[in-house]
């Protein structure tokens, strides 16, 4: 069973790309991030005609998350992150489906840092880790996927001295994220690809997808009972290089069962 996340950046502007993906791979459950629409206007109907049945949480302009699954609808379990209630982003999205809990984030970009927006990526981040031990301790199969704008070592960017001053390379940024593995969470892609090189992301700017300057910040964090199903991990690279393309490539993870 493969589950899959793609931060889309627009579902409006990307959509027959977006379409093409889930024609081609059929992943059984695909998690978007930046769908940048209210819920309102969410295309559920155009995926519905390939046979996926949606929820979304959705935010005009900004940030949205979605759980797309194939054959069945998603049973909504939460909406946004707990922990702050005056937290309006749309970020977070959670729901059981073919068996499986599947969390869907888009985590805070931070930049620039230091500031406010760098201070509320690392509460989110705090927040998180209370929801992903909530989450472990219910010991059932679980993924926790998305844009987690993090680069976690230095084997995840093209250069660590490039990226030393962004918010998605800082000490703090990556210790948070070391911190959710203490607790026993399996990053799928680095289990399976030890040495690095492997790129989520590559920017519009200065010719970084034609010079594969990349960086690896959408990951799927697996519980033990789903860690124990692992069987592959990747990136759908080739579709970050089509037209009108996202500046993220999907990623995915394979579980048996």
């Known amino acids: 069973m493969r589950i899959a996340s793609f931060n889309i950046n ?27 629409c209210p ?5 559920a109907e155009e995926f519905e005609k390939l046979g996926y049945k949606a929820i979304w949480h959705g935010q005009k302009s900004f940030n949205g998350v979605a759980i797309l699954a194939d054959g069945e609808a998603p049973v909504e ?3 946004g992150l707990p922990g702050d209630e005056e937290d309006e982003q749309a970020r977070y999205l959670e729901a059981d489906v073919k068996g ?3 969390a869907n984030l888009y985590l805070p970009n931070g930049n620039p840092q230091p500031g406010p927006k760098f201070d ?3 509460a989110w981040m705090e927040r998180l880790h209370q929801r992903m031990q909530e989450l472990m301790a219910r010991e059932v199969p679980t993924v926790v996927l998305g844009d987690y704008n993090v680069a976690p070592d230095d084997k995840d960017v093209w ?3 490039a990226m030393a001053q962004d918010a998605v390379f800082r000490p703090e940024s990556r210790d948070a994220y070391r911190r959710l593995l203490n607790e026993g969470w399996t990053d799928a892609i ?6 690095g090189g492997v790129w989520t992301f590559w920017d519009y700017q200065a010719g970084c997808w034609p010079r594969d ?21 990747g990136v759908d690279k080739a579709h970050r290089g089509r037209e009108k393309a996202s500046d993220h490539a999907p990623v995915w993870v394979e579980l048996a069962g």
């Open 190 to 195: 680095d289990t399976l690809n030890p040495r």
């Open 77 to 79: 379990v939460l909406r």
């Open 159 to 161: 250069s660590p001295r």
């Open 120 to 122: 509320y990526k690392l």
């Open 213 to 233: 300057l990349g960086i690896r910040i959408d990951h799927l964090l697996l519980s033990p009972e789903a860690a124990d199903r692992l069987v592959a991990a």
């Open 100 to 102: 499986l809990r599947v």
């Open 39 to 43: 819920d309102d206007v969410f295309p």
């Open 10 to 36: 627009g579902t409006k502007a990307r959509l027959p790309r977006l379409l093409e993906w889930l024609e081609e791979t059929r992943p059984a459950v695909a998690c978007l991030q930046e769908i940048k």
